[in-house]
């Protein structure tokens, strides 16, 4: 018999990440276009993208839902409508709103389904029931609402509840943080963040102690792979993964360890699997702070803050994404760090265990043997059985030659 | 215009009660926010000093409001919802509320009270501040208005909605809430145990900002932090009232700022000139600032956090180069899923730098070097390599109709 399972929720970038996100498992997808979210540094996706996208996902059963979730101004609104249009033309399965002018908006010019941000800050079981009047159907609750609450709010309201299970965290409340907009003349609610939180402050206590420095609103980073049970139980209905910002690896890593692990909860009703302590490593292999469970199961105290300097150390780096798989021929890699031949490396499949095996050659396109690839460049590498497109390659960073 | 206020105590509330006795201000063009530490965000203020405070304007018949502006969890708002409920809120000429389960509560249980909805996070278009004026309907006193939203914003607003509004004149901005305990970690074990019923209070200041001087708060609630420049439209207030705006609001709780309390109401009620008290401005501890009053343009730098150059843009999109060996080849992968690639197209390519080229495609191969007639969606394909083109450089399909 299977199991329920919540539906798994990553973030997609851009169109390449979308991919890879949906072939390393994500159920679903949230992305934003070029305008309107809250990701304006991130590539985001043009409107011939976002077909390309919707399609690619739709075709393998995932979903894709639409962000809108900046707080928009006036004169930003006069151009949604158009947006609205080629979203309802292209099917995509919901829009991610945290502006109550913006879901009016939406309500007038379009049939689309609304999800309410966590932007929006949705805490509590009366605040659900006043989104739910306002025509929401899901609710991404705040990050500092425990599960328990969330199932109180699902039960009390009928709603779908959606819920961070992995990822950076901000510290503010969401949406109640304008730092940026007074500082750096960005306007962080609508895509603008400067991230001044990870800063190090000097804090003076006025004269009672001495001043101390410390990275004090610095949240750690959210994991909530060992609380997977707490949400199942709940009834939560998707899980959702920060990172839009991230990388091609973060999305493939984070997609493929929590679809597993939520694979083999359908399988066999519990997480009782070898594969746990695996699961685990393997989301210490990319790119984060230290961990913290956040309110997930109480409200997030001081072990939740992230009091050092942020920081590119890695266990592991990415050596590359394949580009195309000639069988019995060569792998073309996109290169992200250098690598030599010689180098063990380890192939990342869309589901199972790593694939290890050691470059005895690279070649550049043009079948020049290179002593050490150059990120940037695309390279051949000898075929490896069972390597597919968008497979990331990875290396330990001991074997990295940056 | 209504002048908008706060009283922690009974002794700034008897302060209130004098001005109004000694008609420097009207009772009815007043407004005294009241509350209590649990349910408001910087109140030091307990129950009973609050009750104490209602009992005493049996006597001044001022309009209060109640204060409930904090952001809660179930578990918290089930706690304060059960706190609201016990207070005498007949007593109150309306409540202030940010929360939406707040609001939805008070809608539903006590539908007689006027709402005063703060609406400072977001909220910068008329659709919505118009839905949620329709949402409460006959139920809103007030809509209180973010500190982002300009004089040009302002003033169509007011034109257009027929609900009062409200915003601040003179206060600290307030740039972060968190509902995490972010002070108390860096302070000495000992006084620790004060926290929850006193405000915690530091200044903040980072050598990755320009700024210097954060004020910060932690108390229950979790821990917020200001501007480091205060808000200060008293040279503004003939201006709002011409705009119609409905009230103001003159934040005093700081600094010790309730002292200019007299000198604010002499200037709202026109009796003395803006230059007549400078002095607010000159020795206010910290610099003022308009904030976005004359203009908000913090959308404008959007365009400069990416390369447009290397973003696909049209129908005509094949795909993008992504390796380049000089004097060999371009490897282009084709990303298109709709344009098939055949010898005889003519190309544009677009460099990251914005440099436009063309080339009239004869041959091409795959990535052994087998020669192609066409190629598509997802295909790794070689062009001859062309001076000037680097990776991401994008490729485009010349329109020969357009031509």
Same mark, same amino acid.
């Given at each position: ?402 | 215009?209504k002048?908008v ?26 407004e ?33 409001v ?27 000429k309306a409540i202030r509320i ?16 006027k709402v005063q909805l703060i609406l ?12 949620w004026s329709?949402?409460l309907?006959?139920q809103l006193d007030r809509l209180v208005l ?15 909605l027929k609900t009062e509004l409200e915003v ?47 004020? $910060? ?28 705006i409905g009230a103001v609001r ?121 020669? $192609? ?31």
């Amino acid at each position: 018999m299977k199991n329920w399972t919540p539906e798994l929720l990553s973030p997609a970038g851009s169109l390449e990440k979308l991919k890879v996100a949906v072939l390393y498992g994500a159920d679903a997808v949230y992305l934003g276009g070029q305008k309107f979210g809250l990701r304006q540094a991130s590539d985001n996706f043009t409107a011939q993208e976002l077909r390309e996208g919707v399609e690619f996902a739709h075709e393998r059963g995932s979903h894709v839902y639409v962000v809108l979730n900046s707080f928009l101004h006036d004169k930003d609104l006069e151009e949604l409508p158009e947006f609205l249009t080629l979203l309802s033309e292209l099917k995509v399965d919901a829009v991610i709103v945290s502006d109550l002018g913006v879901i009016t908006e939406i309500q007038k010019h379009s049939n689309l389904v609304i999800h309410l941000s966590t932007q929006a800050s949705c805490l509590n079981v009366e605040s659900a029931k006043l989104w739910k009047k306002m025509g929401v159907t899901r609710i991404v609750l705040g990050r500092e609402v425990t599960i328990k609450e969330a199932k109180k709010i699902k039960e009390e309201t009928g709603l779908e509840i959606e819920m961070f299970v992995h990822g950076s965290m901000c510290m503010a409340f969401s949406g109640n943080c304008v730092i940026s907009n007074y500082t750096q003349g960005r306007d962080s609610n609508r895509g603008g963040c400067a991230h001044s939180c990870r800063f190090e402050y000097s804090i003076d206590m006025q004269n009672e102690e001495e001043a101390k420095k410390a990275y004090f609103m610095s949240s750690k980073d959210l994991e909530g792979i060992r609380m997977l049970t707490e949400f199942i139980e709940a009834g939560i209905d998707s899980l959702k993964v920060e990172g839009r910002n991230k990388s091609h690896y973060y999305a493939a890593t984070v997609s493929k360890v929590y679809s597993e692990a939520l694979a083999h909860y359908k399988e066999h009703g519990n997480f009782l699997s070898d594969d746990l302590i695996r699961w685990e490593e393997e989301l210490r292999k990319i790119s984060h702070r230290d961990y913290t469970t956040g309110s997930l199961d109480e409200y997030a105290d001081e072990s939740s803050i992230y009091n050092q300097r942020e920081s590119d150390d890695n266990e592991y780096v990415v050596t590359g994404v394949i580009l195309e798989v000639k069988e019995n021929e060569h792998i073309l890699l996109e290169v992200r760090s250098a690598f030599v031949p010689g180098d063990a490396l380890e192939i990342m499949p869309f589901s199972g265990k790593t694939l290890s095996h050691v470059a005895s050659s690279i070649k550049t396109i043009s079948n020049i043997a290179v002593p050490k690839s150059k990120p940037g460049s695309v390279v051949k590498v000898p075929y490896i059985a069972g390597a597919e497109r968008f497979n990331i390659i990875r290396r330990k960073l001991a074997e990295a030659h940056v | 215009m209504k002048f908008v206020t706060y009283a922690e105590n009974t002794t700034q509330l008897k302060e209130l009660a004098i001005l109004v006795e000694t008609k420097k201000i009207d009772a009815n063009v007043l407004e005294v926010i009241v509350g209590t530490a649990a349910i408001s965000r910087y109140s030091e203020n307990t129950v009973a000093g609050l009750e104490e405070m209602i009992a005493l304007n049996q006597k001044f018949k001022l309009p209060l409001v109640l204060e409930w502006d904090v952001l809660q969890q179930e578990s918290l708002f089930q706690k304060n919802a059960e706190l609201v409920s016990r207070l005498p809120l007949h007593e109150f000429k309306a409540i202030r509320i940010q929360d939406p389960g707040a609001l939805n509560l008070v809608k539903e249980k006590f539908p007689w009270l006027k709402v005063q909805l703060i609406l400072e996070n977001g909220n910068h278009n008329y659709t919505g501040l118009s839905r949620w004026s329709d949402f409460l309907g006959e139920q809103l006193d007030r809509l209180v208005l973010s500190n982002e939203l300009s004089r040009e914003h302002l003033s169509n607003y007011a034109k257009e909605l027929k609900t009062e509004l409200e915003v601040l004149v003179f206060g600290r901005i307030l740039l972060f809430y968190s509902p995490r305990l972010l002070l108390s970690p860096l302070k000495k074990e000992a006084v620790q145990k004060d926290i929850l019923d006193k405000n915690v209070e530091a200044y903040g200041t980072s050598e990755e900002s320009p700024h210097a001087g954060f004020p $910060l708060i932690e108390n229950r609630h979790g821990t917020f932090m200001f501007n480091v420049k205060d808000l200060y439209l008293l040279d503004h207030l003939d201006e709002l009232r011409s705009l119609n705006i409905g009230a103001v609001r003159f934040d005093l709780r700081f600094d010790d700022s309730f002292g200019h309390l007299e000198n604010c109401i002499d200037l709202f009620e026109g009796r003395i000139k803006h230059e007549d008290v400078l002095e607010i401005k000159t020795e206010h501890p910290r610099p003022m600032i308009k904030g976005f009053y004359n203009i908000n343009k913090t959308d404008v730098l959007f365009t400069k956090l990416k390369n447009k150059r290397i973003q696909r843009q049209d129908n005509n999109y094949v795909g993008e180069i992504v390796d380049v060996e000089r004097d060999q080849q371009m490897a282009l992968l084709i990303k298109s899923k709709h344009l098939t690639l055949k010898s005889g197209d003519e190309l544009q390519l677009i460099t990251p730098e914005g440099k436009t080229k063309t080339l009239g495609l004869k041959i091409f191969s795959d990535t052994s070097g087998a020669g $192609l007639s066409h190629a598509t969606t997802n295909e790794v394909v070689l062009l001859p390599f062309m001076s000037g083109v680097v990776a991401k450089t994008q490729v485009y399909l010349v329109n020969k109709d357009m031509q």
